[in-house]
């Protein structure tokens, strides 16, 4: 697999697709709360849910890894802000973009090598391929929580387990959900013609 040169018309889609990434992580965050702020002292923590990645997922199969990851990363500062700067939580806030943007390199490359770009394979295909590039980003997750907060704040590890478990298993429900939602998209034909038409050298 290539990692081309990103074009002014990729760092268009790119905006594009991150822009819309924020307005569907705020409007799935406001609908969907599943655990109210909890605050342990110098920061705060909350989960919610927030299906953002679906846009880091369309990217990555059309655009491949660095294409999904830009937008990952884009797409994720309205869930940053919501999660971590507007809790007095700064490495939440700085972190999560830099997870979102792992799970969409991790998305591009699985995507390439299951053939999904180019093939039509069944629903369970595109589900794993969500939940198989979410792990990387899981591991990500819980070596903040349960590495980083504690040596920074000093919060007790059992503490936070938790929250960790909370976060993941509500991760991974997200995955399920933008599988499906992929899948339907890339079964598309004109929703599919669109997308490969930015990346349609000109």
């Known amino acids: 697999m290539r990692f081309r040169m990103i074009s002014p018309k990729d760092w268009i889609f790119i905006c594009i697709m991150g822009t819309l990434g924020n307005v569907i992580s ?3 965050i ?4 599943f655990l109210p702020t909890v605050s342990f ?8 849910l ?10 990555a199969l059309y655009g491949g890894p660095a294409i999904g990851g830009l937008t990952g990363i884009i797409g994720g500062l309205v869930a940053a802000n919501e999660f ?3 809790k007095g939580n700064l490495i939440t806030g700085f972190s999560l973009p830099l997870g979102k943007a792992l799970t969409g390199i991790v998305a591009g490359i699985v995507i390439a090598a299951m053939g999904l770009k180019d093939k039509k394979r069944h629903q369970l295909h595109f589900i794993s391929s969500t939940l ?3 792990i990387p980003e899981a591991v990500y997750t819980v ?7 504690p040596t920074i704040f000093g919060t007790p590890v059992f503490v936070l387990y938790p929250i960790v478990i909370g976060i993941l298993i509500k991760a991974f429900v ?3 959900i933008e599988g499906v939602l992929l899948l339907t998209l890339a079964n598309n034909q004109g929703f599919t013609m669109m997308m490969k038409s930015f990346f349609i050298k000109s």
């Open 132 to 134: 198989i590039s979410y």
């Open 174 to 176: 997200e995955m399920i």
């Open 26 to 28: 705020w409007l799935s």
């Open 41 to 48: 002292g110098p920061y705060s923590v909350s989960i919610a």
């Open 30 to 33: 406001i609908a969907a709360p």
């Open 50 to 59: 927030d299906l953002s990645h679906i846009t880091t997922f369309v990217s």
């Open 143 to 149: 070596f903040i929580f349960l590495a980083v907060f």
């Open 84 to 86: 971590g700067f507007s």
